[in-house]
């Protein structure tokens, strides 16, 4: 695809001068098919191909901001821009997988990729609320639905059961104690929490019928949240139509820093631990949107790091015969002093993650001009501030696996001297990096040298 691509899944932007892009063909939206009869398919453009699925889902205009074609694959996802060809770049899909994904030659050759539509990446969340359309709510529904039970956005315990609850309610109606449909709360259970807390011991069912056997603690929970929102949509004795529960899990998924992120793959250096300082790398997802970067532990599935464009510099590297890595820079402290950390993450698609960041702030700062409003708050750019006072209890709970565990990370302390790179307990001289969010608002500043400077 001439070099091109979107924003993605595992995946994202490509090239600095591509970084927004996603027979009869077919394309899935809430894992659905949509089957398109469409002309010239080889020379047929993304946006061509957006109007043909919005015509036969019968979706208002407003979905041609809201979602976008992805053509995705187990190795790779990309967001297309409306000038690409679905066709011509999947046959040039081997090709995407050997530039960035670490895939074997024989599951490149295995891999075949579909057309999705999806969420746009960039669609800002904030204009998602003023969404009023019940199937477009629908669609987006499902998308999150799917991020939330596949576990690619982790989430505590007590928000999977309450955004589990709002899925049986979605599914099975109003809660009500005894009914015959109950009994699909638990041969389903997978349906309504991530599998990780679909343990199957005591019988859901049995208690959703009063008969006094006990749920186990996933289910328990689940069926205490589901009661709690019968109770609040029954309020004046009136049934919430579905639209009200499709906004109400969306909003809850806004509480989750990653909502509505591209996804990509990478590897982080792992602390040194034991007396041969031993470390090993771990793999990791990166989530990018127009608000920040967040940096997932794959196989724990909580939050290592999370920053904000105002709390970041950045940059990436492709030394030849090297493996790329994008380099994030950040506020930190080593043993109560003020530090530069870096931290490298380990990926082949570090160029599209730091064309993406740079892609998302440009978008950002135009979409939100700084104000006099703005100045008291600091987030003049920030394109869900209305969603903020939602979004800071969220991060305050303890032991959240959206709550930065820097701990867990290898990072490189510095300070810049003049004369070189120490890696010492330093206090910062300037940043190591030139490409950071330029707003005055910014907490990302240059902490000044004391008389004093401890070396390492």
């Given at each position: 695809?001439?070099?091109?691509?979107?924003?993605?899944?595992?995946?994202?932007?490509?090239?600095?001068?591509?970084?927004?892009?996603?027979?009869?063909?077919?394309?899935?939206?809430?894992?659905?098919?949509?089957?398109?009869?469409?002309e010239?398919?080889?020379?047929?453009?993304?946006?061509?191909l957006?109007?043909?699925?919005?015509?036969?889902?019968?979706?208002?205009?407003?979905?041609?901001d809201v979602?976008a074609?992805?053509?995705?694959?187990?190795?790779?996802?990309?967001?297309?821009?409306?000038?690409?060809?679905?066709?011509?770049?999947?046959?040039?899909?081997?090709?995407?997988?050997?530039?960035?994904?670490?895939?074997p030659d024989?599951?490149?050759?295995?891999?075949?990729?579909?057309?999705?539509?999806?969420?746009?990446?960039?669609?800002?969340?904030?204009?998602?609320?003023q969404?009023?359309?019940?199937?477009?709510?629908?669609?987006?529904?499902?998308?999150?639905?799917?991020?939330?039970?596949?576990?690619?956005?982790?989430?505590?315990?007590?928000?999977?059961?309450?955004?589990?609850?709002?899925?049986?309610r979605?599914?099975?109606?109003?809660?009500?104690?005894?009914?015959?449909?109950?009994?699909?709360?638990?041969?389903?259970?997978?349906?309504?929490?991530?599998?990780?807390?679909?343990?199957?011991?005591?019988?859901?069912?049995?208690a959703?019928?009063?008969?006094?056997?006990?749920?186990?603690?996933?289910?328990?929970?689940?069926l205490?949240?589901?009661?709690?929102?019968?109770?609040?949509?029954?309020?004046?004795?009136?049934?919430?139509?579905?639209?009200?529960?499709?906004?109400?899990?969306?909003?809850?998924?806004?509480?989750?820093?990653?909502?509505?992120?591209?996804?990509?793959?990478?590897?982080?250096?792992?602390?040194?631990?034991?007396?041969?300082?031993?470390?090993?790398?771990?793999?990791v997802?990166?989530?990018?949107?127009?608000?920040?970067?967040?940096?997932?532990?794959?196989?724990?599935?909580?939050?290592?790091?999370?920053?904000?464009?105002?709390?970041?510099?950045?940059?990436?590297t492709?030394?030849?015969?090297?493996e790329?890595?994008?380099?994030?820079?950040?506020?930190?402290d080593?043993?109560?002093?003020?530090?530069?950390?870096?931290?490298?993450?380990?990926?082949?698609?570090?160029?599209?993650?730091?064309?993406?960041?740079?892609?998302?702030?440009?978008?950002?700062?135009?979409?939100e001009?700084?104000?006099?409003?703005?100045?008291?708050?600091?987030?003049?750019?920030?394109?869900?501030?209305?969603?903020?006072?939602?979004?800071?209890?969220?991060?305050?709970?303890q032991?959240?696996?959206?709550?930065?565990?820097?701990?867990?990370?290898?990072?490189?302390?510095?300070?810049?001297?003049?004369?070189?790179?120490?890696?010492?307990?330093?206090?910062?001289?300037?940043?190591?990096?030139?490409?950071?969010?330029?707003?005055?608002?910014?907490s990302?500043t240059?902490?000044?040298?004391?008389?004093?400077?401890?070396?390492?």
């Open positions: 695809m001439d070099g091109t691509e979107g924003s993605a899944g595992q995946p994202g932007p490509a090239e600095r001068s591509h970084r927004s892009s996603v027979s009869s063909v077919g394309a899935r939206a809430d894992d659905t098919v949509v089957p398109l009869a469409v010239n398919l080889p020379s047929l453009s993304a946006h061509e957006h109007r043909a699925v919005r015509e036969v889902l019968q979706l208002p205009d407003i979905a041609l979602f074609l992805w053509l995705v694959s187990p190795l790779l996802e990309v967001q297309l821009k409306p000038k690409h060809q679905p066709y011509k770049l999947g046959r040039q899909w081997p090709e995407l997988l050997l530039r960035f994904t670490s895939a024989d599951d490149v050759a295995m891999d075949e990729p579909f057309l999705q539509f999806r969420r746009n990446v960039f669609f800002p969340k904030r204009r998602e609320l969404i009023h359309d019940e199937e477009v709510l629908r669609l987006l529904y499902e998308e999150a639905k799917g991020n939330v039970l596949a576990a690619r956005y982790p989430c505590d315990v007590e928000d999977c059961e309450a955004l589990g609850a709002l899925v049986c979605v599914q099975l109606g109003p809660y009500q104690p005894g009914r015959p449909a109950a009994c699909d709360l638990r041969e389903k259970l997978d349906s309504f929490l991530p599998a990780h807390l679909c343990k199957r011991g005591q019988s859901l069912f049995a959703l019928r009063g008969r006094g056997a006990r749920a186990g603690p996933g289910e328990q929970g689940l205490n949240a589901y009661r709690q929102v019968q109770e609040v949509s029954s309020d004046g004795g009136c049934e919430a139509a579905l639209g009200t529960h499709y906004r109400a899990y969306l909003l809850k998924c806004h509480e989750l820093p990653f909502y509505g992120c591209a996804f990509f793959h990478g590897e982080v250096d792992k602390p040194a631990q034991g007396f041969l300082h031993r470390g090993g790398r771990k793999p997802s990166v989530a990018i949107s127009l608000e920040g970067v967040h940096v997932i532990d794959s196989r724990e599935k909580h939050v290592l790091l999370g920053l904000r464009f105002q709390e970041l510099s950045w940059d990436h492709s030394p030849e015969e090297e790329p890595i994008l380099w994030l820079e950040f506020d930190g080593s043993e109560g002093t003020p530090v530069n950390k870096l931290l490298k993450i380990y990926s082949k698609q570090a160029e599209l993650m730091s064309s993406l960041i740079e892609y998302c702030i440009e978008l950002s700062q135009a979409a001009p700084a104000g006099p409003q703005d100045s008291a708050t600091g987030s003049p750019s920030d394109p869900s501030s209305s969603l903020a006072p939602v979004q800071r209890p969220k991060l305050r709970r032991g959240s696996v959206v709550s930065s565990r820097i701990q867990h990370l290898s990072t490189i302390d510095y300070v810049e001297d003049g004369k070189g790179i120490r890696r010492v307990k330093p206090k910062r001289t300037t940043s190591f990096f030139s490409r950071q969010l330029s707003l005055g608002q910014g990302y240059v902490v000044q040298p004391g008389d004093s400077l401890e070396q390492g």
